[in-house]
């Protein structure tokens, strides 16, 4: 009697190979063969990410602009491009307050943020990035404001240097903070994913540079936004390419809809970015940036879609188990 | 100290659970029938720090008996008799207390810590509920309570340990499934009686989590299991999610300064091609 054998009728099973619904696109090469897939009710293994949305896809796509803002910013301050530097600088401040307030809204509580300051752990991205928002946050809106009021220009000057000096850091340590988890998508993904993002970072910042700068100043914007958005995609399909069938969330899904209308968005914006002039430049702007958000909607619900199915979960360790035993046995 | 959970022996009766929540006054999650089998918890989360998982498989078995008639030789007829094609599967859950505790190193408040007892508790003055350790951990244990947001699991009964008495799960456990006591003590009563088991002719006897080699450093909580450790939905080889970590920084850093190369190289590329 096998115990593949189903019972009509019956939803609940154990022990057998459940018939989800993502199905295997045809054509596409698995890492790993159909091994036999079992598990308890089709039920998760991992409870699943409480995060939410807008809150943390929006707090990942936020810290990126700024981070590559600042570094935009410091750029066009120090070649004399002042409408250029101004966006950038305003850009980083707004993008990383309202990064802020989406992390204290998902903790709930204001002084919930505090707690994340009683220690300071490098085992734990997210103590780390609690340190770095606090040292950045200040350094941006210092910079911001002396761009604005025009006042304090040395101090405006320091600070325009310190936050480009975190911003890097900013724009990538949110990959570790997703990758340092056990949900397969984002972990399995980590080699890739600080590329992927701080590309995203940096085709957001080009974008808002496009979008607010005038065409004489808007130059490095574009060469920023391109080189963002070329990094991108690469790191992108380079993951998709490496996780074989633990990548199926990134194109099925809630999670596949954002990361392919990144793509077409991506792509209008680079093109218009590189041909277009006036607002067909603006316009590549606005699609450079929303690119961006969409492309870190899409890693947050391919995460969330993945810690949902045991597959996931359960047939890359059943491979890496029964290679050890085969590794074993021959060896 | 730790838990050694024998499924070999579980009775399915559900007294851990409940005692489990007395004990430790874990508020209801809901009383609802899931109609998927005799298991209306499903899972592990903040308001079940046990879990009793009932596995309906058709599966043979070397013979199941309702113990009812005494006059008949039950070894004789267990050498007699066919092997029933059905079995069931139940095993008490819990979290494992890992040697190399993902939900620990995440935490970026320091709310888990490490107990005297070599348990991992959750200090829930401390939590923020930040929810970083949910999707760390490999096993699926801890979760966010509704209406609270912070993170709750099994505290392995600390403050009974600390009054020298075992957790309310093993102490209301009749069949003895859920035993407590040192983990090295534990491992020698599991590996003899896998070993007894399998003399016995159940082959699929095997234990999960016992090994101090094992992706996560070896559990404080282990189980003797009776088939593959998904079917009970467990993963196969767990592995601590902060093993991977500094190849992550690396790359975090080796990201960030590409970054810096790219907007170097943006602004250069203005001069010298002598764009605008």
């Known amino acids: ?331 | 100290m730790g838990f050694f959970t024998d499924t070999s022996v579980c009775i399915g009766c559900k007294a851990c659970e409940v005692a489990c929540k007395e004990w430790n006054a874990v508020p209801e999650d809901g009383i609802a029938l899931t109609g998927m089998s005799y298991d209306n918890t499903v899972g592990l989360g903040a308001d079940t720090w046990r879990h009793v998982a009932f596995i309906e498989q058709r599966k043979p078995i070397s013979r199941q008996d309702s113990g009812l008639h005494h006059d008949t030789d039950v070894l004789a007829m267990a050498a007699d008799e066919p092997s029933t094609d059905f079995r069931w599967l139940m095993s008490s859950d819990v979290c494992k207390h890992c040697t190399e505790a993902a939900c620990l190193d995440v935490c970026p408040t320091g709310s888990l810590f490490r107990t005297e007892f070599g348990t991992v508790v959750v200090q829930e003055d401390i939590c923020n509920g930040c929810g970083y350790c949910i999707p760390a951990c490999p096993y699926g244990v801890i979760d966010q309570r509704d209406g609270d947001g912070r993170a709750w699991k099994c505290t392995l009964c600390y403050d009974r340990l600390g009054q020298g008495q075992e957790p309310a799960c093993a102490k209301a456990c009749p069949t003895d499934s859920i035993q407590f006591g040192p983990l090295d003590e534990l491992r020698e009563r599991a590996q003899n009686r896998v070993e007894q088991l399998q003399d016995a002719g159940v082959a699929d006897a095997r234990l999960y989590g016992e090994s101090p080699d094992d992706g996560v450093g070896g559990d404080g909580a282990f189980f003797l299991l009776l088939d593959e450790p998904e079917v009970y939905g467990l993963p196969p080889d767990p592995k601590v999610t902060t093993r991977d970590l500094p190849a992550m920084w690396r790359h975090v850093g080796t990201a960030a300064v590409t970054l810096v190369g790219g907007a170097l190289a943006a602004f250069a590329a203005t001069a010298l091609g002598g764009r605008k």
């Open chain 1, 1 to 331: 009697m096998s115990d593949q054998e189903v019972r009509p009728g019956r939803e609940a099973l154990t022990g057998v190979a459940t018939g989800r619904k993502r199905r295997r696109k045809r054509g596409e090469q698995p890492m790993v063969p159909d091994a036999e897939f079992t598990s308890y009710y089709g039920k998760p293994i991992i409870n699943g990410p409480v995060w939410h949305s807008p809150d943390i896809p929006g707090y990942l796509f936020l810290g990126g602009l700024a981070g590559a803002s600042s570094l935009l910013g410091a750029g066009a301050q120090a070649t004399g491009r002042g409408t250029l530097a101004l966006a950038a600088k305003t850009g980083a401040f707004g993008a990383i307050s309202l990064s802020l307030v989406a992390l204290v809204h998902d903790l709930g509580r204001p002084e919930r943020f505090l707690n994340m300051l009683r220690v300071f752990k490098v085992t734990s991205p997210m103590s780390v990035g609690s340190w770095l928002l606090s040292a950045y946050g200040p350094l941006a809106g210092a910079a911001a404001a002396s761009a604005v009021t025009g006042k304090l220009p040395r101090v405006g000057a320091a600070a325009t240097v310190g936050a480009a000096a975190f911003g890097p850091a900013v724009a990538a340590y949110t990959a570790a903070l997703v990758s340092d988890t056990a949900v397969p998508a984002w972990h399995d993904g980590y080699r890739e994913m600080p590329y992927l993002f701080v590309g995203s970072g940096a085709s957001a910042a080009g974008g808002l540079g496009l979008l607010a700068a005038p065409e004489r100043e808007c130059a490095p914007a574009r060469n920023l936004a391109l080189f963002g958005s070329a990094l991108e995609i690469g790191a992108l399909k380079r993951m998709e390419h490496r996780l074989g069938m633990v990548a199926e969330p990134y194109h099925s899904g809630k999670g596949g809809k954002y990361l392919r209308a990144a793509e077409i968005l991506s792509a209008a914006g680079v093109a218009g970015a590189a041909l277009g002039r006036g607002w067909v430049r603006r316009l590549s702007g606005a699609a450079l940036i929303a690119a961006s958000a969409a492309t870190r909607w899409g890693i947050f619900h391919a995460g969330l879609d993945s810690a949902e199915d045991p597959k996931y979960t359960v047939v890359p360790q059943r491979q890496r188990v029964t290679t050890a035993a085969e590794g074993n046995s021959s060896g």
